[in-house]
């Protein structure tokens, strides 16, 4: 991989990662909803993961299509659970999403460090 790519990839991968930052923070806000909120909530939470696929479709242009499968299938995985309201397994996922995203970007980080880039 060339040094641009290797760039454009830890560079999208972090986007990645500061949206799932976000995701967490709405997540642990759901969690606590009233009962009558709730349905709201899972209506802004289905719009919060449609704008992340505006994230996903740059990134895939750059990422490994093995490292992107793995990161939408964690994505997917946490959308379910938020949808049949199964929060803890939202967390348990979103977690493993996380970790798939830092590998992601540790991998690129290095290729760059290798490179004398960072």
């Known amino acids: 991989m060339d040094k ?6 830890f560079h999208h991968s972090e986007r990645l990662k500061s949206n ?7 997540l642990e ?3 606590s909803l009233k009962p009558e909120e709730v349905a709201g909530g899972r209506e802004v939470s289905k ?20 490292d ?12 379910a659970a938020v949808q049949s309201q199964q ?5 348990e996922q979103l ?4 970790s798939a995203v830092t590998s992601v970007s540790n991998k690129y980080i290095g290729l760059l460090m290798e ?3 960072v």
């Open 20 to 26: 799932l930052f976000l995701i967490s923070a709405a």
């Open 47 to 66: 719009a919060v993961f449609l704008a992340l696929g505006t994230e996903i479709n740059m990134a895939r242009r750059y990422v490994e299509p093995t």
């Open 68 to 79: 992107m499968s793995a990161i939408e299938t964690g994505l997917s995985g946490v959308e």
């Open 4 to 9: 641009k790519a290797a760039n454009l990839a």
């Open 29 to 31: 806000r759901l969690a």
């Open 87 to 91: 929060y803890q397994e939202a967390r």
């Open 115 to 117: 490179e004398g880039l």
């Open 95 to 98: 977690g493993r999403t996380f």
